[in-house]
């Protein structure tokens, strides 16, 4: 099991004994773990306001890595978000039991549906909701399918797929020579994972106790404001809020440094009222 968990959940930057809190993150498609938990080296250090906030503040973060990229290219990819989030949650029941340690989800693109099968397994399981949850970059789950802003991946050529995903703003170089090798079977797969995606059912008016934050990028060519609104009716609670950048937003340094400020920010919100009711 332990080697497992190591598979799933691969980085160890902010890992104390004695946590006060959780982070738990998703990554979204043709990404991978790092792009939550990646410090650089001293010669190219790569700015990450969300792990310094966490090392500074006792924070576990847990960065969900998916088979089928990094050291798990070798790997088939998961078949569907609910495989996924089911290996996720038996992995994580032991500490998401603990009460005395709170979590925090977060999720973009792609990882918004993991994320949203984390919580329906969560529930299935009867373990305890997560504070609150981070979503960006992906439309609800019951959007129609001619309200979709893409083309399906499955049976387009593979210049079209690469116009594709030029769409969702993945950088030119990603398709030149050899990177595109290392890349393009990993995209299929992930591009299929939201493509051919069935949400597991939420009974009408049925909510997660759990509030949301739900980030829409100002400049995402794709997922629109509006689109990210339509996951409001599956919260108890939820605010729609605006970030700087497009879809690609977290490889933009200044977007990037400026959403994990805001996320380190709201944890420390929650800190204080947890030591003060404030």
């Known amino acids: 099991m332990a080697d497992e968990f190591t598979k799933w959940f691969p980085s160890k930057v902010s890992r104390p004994?004695?946590?006060?809190?959780?982070i738990i993150c998703f990554h979204h498609s043709g990404g991978e773990e790092k792009i939550w938990t990646n410090l650089g080296n001293p010669r190219r250090p790569y700015p990450n306001p969300l792990v310094e906030w966490a090392k500074e503040n006792d924070a576990e973060v847990l960065a969900c890595q998916l088979p089928g990229r990094s050291t798990r290219f070798k790997e088939p990819p998961v078949g569907s978000p609910q495989e996924a989030a089911e290996k996720i949650v038996t992995l994580l029941a032991p500490k998401l039991s603990d009460t005395g340690v709170p979590f925090?989800?977060?999720?973009?693109?792609?990882?918004c549906n993991l994320l949203f099968e984390?919580?329906?397994a969560i529930k299935k399981k009867g373990l305890p909701m997560p504070t609150r949850?981070?979503?960006?970059?992906?439309?609800?789950?019951?959007?129609?399918?001619d309200k979709k802003p893409w083309k399906k991946s499955r049976d387009l050529t593979e210049e079209e797929?690469?116009?594709?995903?030029?769409g969702w703003d993945i950088n030119k170089e990603v398709f030149e020579g050899d990177t595109w090798a290392a890349y393009h079977?990993?995209?299929?797969?992930?591009f299929l994972l939201f493509d051919e995606y069935e949400a597991t059912p939420v009974e009408e008016g049925e909510k997660f106790d759990c509030p949301a934050d739900l980030w829409f990028l100002k400049d995402d060519k794709r997922v629109t404001?509006?689109?990210?609104e339509g996951w409001k009716k599956f919260f108890k609670e939820a605010e729609l809020k605006p970030a700087e950048g497009g879809h690609a937003f977290l490889y933009d340094e200044k977007a990037r440094v400026a959403y994990m400020n805001d996320l380190s920010a709201a944890f420390d919100r929650f800190l204080l009222e947890l030591e003060y009711g404030a």
């Not at 925090?104 to 990882?111: A, I, K």
């Not at 949850?133 to 399918?145: H, L, Q, R």
Request: charged letters at 25%.
């Open 17 to 22: 004994e004695d946590p006060r809190i959780r």
């Open 104 to 111: 925090f989800l977060v999720s973009h693109s792609m990882g």
């Open 118 to 120: 984390t919580l329906q």
């Open 133 to 145: 949850v981070f979503m960006s970059g992906m439309v609800a789950p019951d959007t129609p399918e």
């Open 161 to 166: 797929f690469k116009q594709e995903c030029i």
């Open 185 to 190: 079977l990993m995209l299929r797969a992930d």
């Open 225 to 228: 404001k509006e689109l990210m």
